[in-house]
C-alpha cells in the first residue's frame, strides 16, 4: 500500500484481557518500529526489527509485551493480561533502513478499563 | 530521565510570522535530528533533519538550526500559515544495529491564528 497501515485503530479492552495489534508496513521496508505514545507525551520505542529479526527489545516495558514479524512484512504486538497503565497510542514506523525517514502508521488508540 | 526536552508544551503565532520551536537534549552521542509534525488521529510526519555536522538546514519554510555547545536545537517556521497548526515532536538518534532508534521530546502544541 501506500502508506503504513494499523488495525484496529482503536481498541477498549478490560483488564486482564490479552491484545494483538497489527502493522502493515510499506511494501519492501526492511526496518520496523514499534513505538507507544502516553497522552500528552512524546513517541517512546518499544522494540525494533530488521526483516524478521527482532534486534532491539530493550524498551518493552514488562515481559507480558511480546512482537513478533514472522516474515519479515506484517508485524504483531501483543500485550497480554492488559492493566489500565497500557492505556496509550501503539505507533508503527518503517523505513528501508539506515538514515532513511520513518514512516509513521496513523496508530492504535488502546483503552484498558 | 527525559534525554530529549521541548520546555514550551504549546505556542501560539500569528498567520504570516515567524513560528520558533525549541528543544533541549542531554546525550552528546546523539548525531542526527529531526522534527516531525503530528495531526490529531493520525500518525507523525517527518518535517526536516539534521546531522551533528551541519549548524543549519532549510527546506521551505522550514528551517532547523542546531547548537552542539548548548545541545539545543530549534525549528523555525516562516512565515507561519493556519496549517501549520499541529503537534511538532522535535527527535534525536544515534544509528544502532542498522537501524535509528528516535528519542522524542514531549512536543509543543503550534496554533496560528488568522
Known amino acids: 500500500g501506500a502508506g503504513v497501515s494499523q488495525s484496529p485503530r482503536y481498541k477498549v479492552a478490560k483488564r486482564g484481557q490479552d491484545v494483538a495489534l497489527r502493522c502493515d508496513p510499506i511494501?519492501?521496508?526492511?526496518?520496523l518500529f514499534w513505538y507507544q505514545q502516553a497522552l500528552g507525551q512524546g513517541p517512546e520505542f518499544l522494540t525494533y526489527?530488521?526483516?524478521?529479526?527482532?534486534?532491539?527489545k530493550s524498551g518493552l516495558p514488562s515481559d507480558r509485551f511480546f512482537a513478533e514479524r514472522p516474515e519479515g512484512s506484517v508485524s504483531t504486538l501483543k500485550i497480554q493480561r492488559t492493566q489500565q497503565e497500557d492505556s496509550a497510542v501503539y505507533l508503527c514506523?518503517?523505513?528501508?533502513?539506515?538514515?532513511?525517514?520513518?514512516?509513521f502508521g496513523p496508530g492504535t488508540r488502546l483503552l484498558v478499563l | 530521565d527525559q534525554q530529549v526536552k521541548q520546555n514550551s508544551p504549546s505556542l501560539s503565532v500569528q498567520e504570516g510570522r515567524i513560528s520558533i520551536l525549541n528543544c533541549d537534549y542531554t546525550?552528546?552521542?546523539?548525531?542526527?535530528f529531526l522534527w516531525y509534525k503530528k495531526y490529531p488521529a493520525e500518525g507523525p510526519t517527518f518535517l526536516i533533519s539534521?546531522?551533528?555536522?551541519?549548524d543549519k538546514n532549510e527546506d521551505g519554510r522550514f528551517t532547523v538550526f542546531l547548537n552542539k555547545s548548548a545541545k539545543h536545537l530549534s525549528l523555525h517556521i516562516v512565515p507561519s500559515q493556519p496549517g501549520d497548526s499541529a503537534v511538532y515532536f522535535c527527535?534525536?538518534?544515534?544509528?544502532?544495529?542498522?537501524?535509528?532508534?528516535?528519542?522524542f521530546g514531549q512536543g509543543t502544541r503550534l496554533t496560528i491564528n488568522p
Open positions: 514506523a518503517s523505513l528501508r533502513g539506515g538514515r532513511e525517514t520513518q514512516y
Open positions: 527527535a534525536a538518534s544515534v544509528l544502532n544495529q542498522g537501524a535509528q532508534k528516535l528519542v
Open positions: 539534521i546531522s551533528s555536522i551541519k
Open positions: 526489527f530488521q526483516n524478521e529479526a527482532q534486534l532491539d
Open positions: 511494501s519492501g521496508h526492511v526496518s
Open positions: 546525550n552528546s552521542m546523539f548525531d542526527y
